[in-house]
């Protein structure tokens, strides 16, 4: 009795062979079914904010936004985005970040090289950010002085190169070992100064240098005096890139030179170049330290931005 039982169990119809081969699998009924993206709300029917917010005044409104809060506002719905790409915004924002060519310049640039999209030309053409400051943080070894038992001690000396641009050609330059949540007020003050001639600089707007540049894609030109009453002009040729695509938050520091006039001449510091500095009498003098690329920090983020660190939380920084 035995054994018919055995041979029951291995027999190819019996009992285990069937339930085996008819084991319930639920995956497999899922095979071939498309699953239908269900509508959380009919079709015609609008939600709150967009009965509370039609597209015309979400229009109006967007036209205030700086570029970067333009590009959030995509993110929050489909409405927003489809209004969001209306082309009248991102064209005043090229207007504005390409202000050294007219109207009729960049509007034949985008239909040439970028069919017309001016969003896609303005994260594609390199151009400077003018809502915020570029920042250098640069360190260095000092040998201090000799105190008690300790001798050649060494000190860890940190600064900053800040410069911020401005539409209509000029910069404000600061070199300080204050922190950007200190300084970045004074490169502003400098610059309203300068349209204010009765106005004197008050505070740290002193130490703030004011200057021209120029850009001619991804390469940036600056000069400056070095002091008003001084014939000494700085210049530095810059490269302008992006971690991501249309950011520009690097400026790579290519180099930087200084010009010692002795007659004191007053001339073009754009346009002239090096042998033509040479043969009206100037000195070069090249300097390496202080290289570190410049790193930019939007105008919301001065007062939290990891660059305020001080050497003991952050000796290093790699802008990337």
Not at 24 to 44: D, M
Not at 134 to 143: F, W
Not at 270 to 288: I, K, V, Y
């Amino acid at each position: 009795m035995a054994a018919a039982a055995v041979a029951t169990a291995v027999e190819p119809d019996g009992p285990l062979s069937s339930s085996f081969f008819n084991a319930y699998r639920p995956w497999l009924s899922l095979y071939g079914v498309r699953l239908q993206r269900q509508h959380k709300q009919k079709q015609g029917e609008l939600s709150l904010i967009e009965k509370m917010l039609p597209e015309e005044m979400l229009l109006h409104i967007l036209e205030w936004l700086p570029i970067t809060a333009l590009a959030a506002a995509q993110c929050v719905c489909r409405q927003w985005r489809s209004v969001g790409a209306t082309p009248s915004l991102w064209r005043a924002a090229c207007m504005d970040a390409f202000f050294t060519s007219t109207p009729e310049q960049n509007a034949a640039l985008a239909r040439a090289q970028y069919r017309g999209c001016w969003k896609r030309m303005l994260l594609d053409r390199p151009h400077l950010r003018f809502d915020g400051i570029y920042v250098s943080r640069n360190t260095y070894l000092r040998q201090g002085i000799v105190e008690w038992n300790v001798k050649n001690a060494v000190h860890l000396v940190l600064y900053f190169r800040y410069i911020r641009f401005f539409p209509d050609g000029t910069f404000s330059y600061r070199t300080s070992p204050e922190p950007l949540a200190k300084v970045h007020r004074s490169l502003a003050l400098a610059y309203a100064q300068r349209h204010q001639p009765h106005r004197r600089a008050r505070g740290e707007a002193e130490f703030v240098q004011l200057g021209k540049f120029k850009q001619e894609g991804e390469r940036v030109l600056t000069a400056m005096k070095y002091d008003p009453g001084s014939s000494t002009e700085i210049r530095s040729r810059l490269r302008l890139r992006s971690t991501v695509p249309g950011a520009n938050n690097r400026l790579d520091i290519q180099a930087i030179v200084s010009w010692d006039r002795a007659d004191g001449q007053a001339l073009n510091m754009m346009d002239l170049q090096p042998d033509e500095e040479e043969a009206e009498g100037a000195e070069l003098q090249q300097h390496r330290r202080g290289m570190v690329s410049y790193v930019f920090v939007p105008f919301e983020q001065v007062q939290t931005h990891i660059v305020n660190l001080p050497i003991s939380q952050m000796d290093l920084y790699l802008p990337g």
